[in-house]
């Protein structure tokens, strides 16, 4: 018996009699006062979600490390709330992580980029279905144009050429870097500390204060270098590496950890340009009315 099937049923009641009517006068009211007039299962189907990461890329004391899968609730009206206005951004699809989620001991915000995505597809395939429609503007001829991306064709991508070292224990990464040779530790950057970079572009901004991606970003992942792990040191270093060892630290995030690939062969139905784009991922994604 399920969880919700015993909700339905009524309480016990130890002062409950027998009550001695006659077999005519007990069909006059022949349903029970709780029963199901739609004869439906009210307990919401779920799914299990493949991580990319395969809990590998989270510190022991995360509930993700080594959680290979995990399992969530299909959408119902409830979930499509959270995107039923334009006005939806990238909090919405935390809502939406966080509601449907069955192990309530994990938050959107403990998630990797690539497992939060993997979510949200695995959602929108099971509560739309596998063909997202959407308007794609063509470079070529300036026009957009509709055309359909199945979802069933995304992929997870892994680097074999990565050679950095993931220390669970510490969370973070160690490589050398190709033009100074320095043996750095990296920071495992998450959304958190994304958001302290944004946060930083912000007051930044609001007092008109020169604010640049790249050294804020080395001087956020940057733990050590060459076994010197001092703070003031370490940023004059962000500040003056080698333009090469700056953009390869960069791009070793794109790389480090496992990615989905959403990329698909797109053709306009104007000029028949033919490209490569990757699904758009807005609030629109969960919107099948626009």
């Known amino acids: 018996m399920t969880r919700n099937s015993k909700r339905l049923q009524p309480d016990a009641n130890p002062e409950y009699q027998e009550n001695k009517t006659k077999p005519a006068e007990k069909a006059s009211n022949p349903q029970p006062r ?3 007039p739609f004869g439906i299962s009210f307990v919401v189907p779920t799914e299990y979600v493949k991580l990319p990461s395969q809990g590998n890329y989270y510190p022991v004391s995360s509930p993700l490390y080594n959680r290979e899968e995990l399992e969530i609730r299909f959408m ?32 959107s915000k403990d998630l990797l980029e690539e497992d939060k995505m993997a979510i949200l597809l695995s959602a929108r395939k099971s509560g739309y279905g596998q063909i997202y429609k959407t308007k794609v503007f063509c470079g ?9 991306f199945d979802l069933s064709k995304v992929t997870t991508k892994h680097n074999p050429s990565n050679k950095s070292k993931y220390d669970p224990n510490t969370d973070t990464f160690k490589f050398t870097l190709p033009l100074s040779k320095l043996e750095v530790e990296l920071l495992n950057i998450g959304p958190k500390h994304n958001e302290s ?15 640049n991606f790249t050294i804020s970003f080395i ?15 370490l940023s ?17 995030y794109a790389d480090c950890r496992p990615n989905i690939d959403t990329t698909q062969e797109v053709s306009c139905s104007v000029c028949g340009t033919v490209t490569e784009r990757e699904v758009p991922l807005s609030w629109a994604f969960f919107r099948t009315d626009i």
Request: hydrophobic share 35%.
């Open 197 to 211: 970079i944004e946060a930083e572009r912000k007051q930044k901004k609001k007092y008109n204060l020169p604010f």
């Open 34 to 36: 709780n029963s199901n």
């Open 236 to 252: 004059k270093l962000a500040e003056s590496l080698p333009a090469a060892d700056a953009k390869h630290i960069l791009n070793f």
């Open 76 to 107: 119902t009206a409830k979930e499509e709330d959270v995107f039923a206005s334009s006005d939806a951004g990238g909090s919405s699809f935390e809502k939406l992580i966080d509601s449907i989620l069955i192990d309530e001991s994990i938050s």
């Open 140 to 148: 070529n001829c300036k026009e957009d144009t509709d055309h359909e």
């Open 219 to 233: 001087k956020t992942a940057l733990v050590s270098a060459n076994g010197v792990a001092d703070p003031q040191e």
